[in-house]
């Protein structure tokens, strides 16, 4: 069993960056895909970003491509999403996930989920 914590929400200007972690208890942190998911208020959750249990793939959602880095440290037990280039567009509460299954862009393929954090970006 994996536990998920998420730190490092705020308030930010559009166009500033902030850096999301998530923190893992359990052994197995380094056998689980991990996903960034966020949802915004009266929305659906939806995928931010991926990153294969290897470490050696990501995907992103095309909204946060090119802005958004989705990284892990496995000594750490930690998954880290350095978000640059803000948008207001992009205000919401956003979570970790680990799982084993595919595709990891559905939150079908998470076992386990944080409790989330918030970000807020004002124009």
């Known amino acids: 069993q994996v536990q998920l914590v998420e730190s490092g929400g705020g308030l930010v200007q559009a166009g500033g960056s902030l850096r999301l972690s998530c923190a893992a208890s359990?052994?197995?942190?380094?056998?689980?895909?991990l996903g960034w998911f966020r949802q915004a208020p009266g929305k659906e959750r939806e995928f931010v970003a991926a990153i294969h249990y290897s470490g050696k793939s990501t995907t992103y959602a095309g909204s946060v491509k090119g802005r958004f880095t989705i990284s892990r440290d496995n000594a750490k037990n930690t998954v880290y999403l350095q978000m640059d280039s803000l948008k207001p567009d992009d205000t919401a509460d956003y979570y970790c996930?680990?799982?084993?299954?595919?595709?990891?862009?559905?939150?079908?393929?998470?076992?386990?989920w944080g409790q989330g954090t918030q970000v807020t970006v004002s124009s």
């Open positions: 359990g052994r197995a942190f380094s056998s689980h895909n």
């Open positions: 996930a680990a799982g084993r299954n595919f595709p990891l862009s559905s939150t079908l393929a998470y076992a386990y």
